[in-house]
């Protein structure tokens, strides 16, 4: 099941059943099955508060993806900043709504095992973010 959750902000106008629907065709194409999944949107003090106590990272992201995965189902908590969504999308010149889809579906492909910090990562992960976006029917 995807459920969707704030803590400190509004929920985003998003389409939860169509988010829904994409992500698990994203999942199947990588071999997976959704399993319980929670995007909590949160603002950039929250994100910051959830990296320091889990990462021990003392700086703002857009994402923390919470794996909680077993075998081929993915579940975790992934908790979103619409702060740092909205700034990121403005410094690359893209709708805050595209920005944020992007995000969304940048954990569900870390839930997937893709990674995006070692050598040549960041390259593959942008890949298959731009392969996902295609999917998307809202």
């Known amino acids: 099941m995807i459920a969707f959750h704030t803590e400190g902000v509004s929920l985003p106008p998003i389409h939860e059943q169509d988010i829904r629907q994409w992500v698990s ?30 990462l021990q990272h003392d700086y ?9 995965d077993e075998a081929d189902i993915i579940s975790g908590d992934l908790y979103i900043s619409l702060d740092t969504v909205r700034t990121n999308a403005g410094q690359l010149g893209v709708s805050y709504l595209q920005e944020l889809h992007r995000v969304i579906i940048h954990g569900v492909l870390h839930l997937c095992g893709i990674n995006d910090k070692g050598p040549g990562e960041r390259e593959i992960m942008e890949q298959h973010e731009n392969e996902a976006l295609r999917l998307i029917t809202l």
């Open 25 to 54: 065709r994203v999942a199947q194409a990588h071999g997976r099955r959704v399993g319980d999944i929670n995007y909590v949107f949160v603002n950039d003090d929250r994100i910051l508060e959830v990296n320091k106590e889990f």
């Open 60 to 68: 703002y992201t857009d994402i923390i993806t919470f794996d909680y």
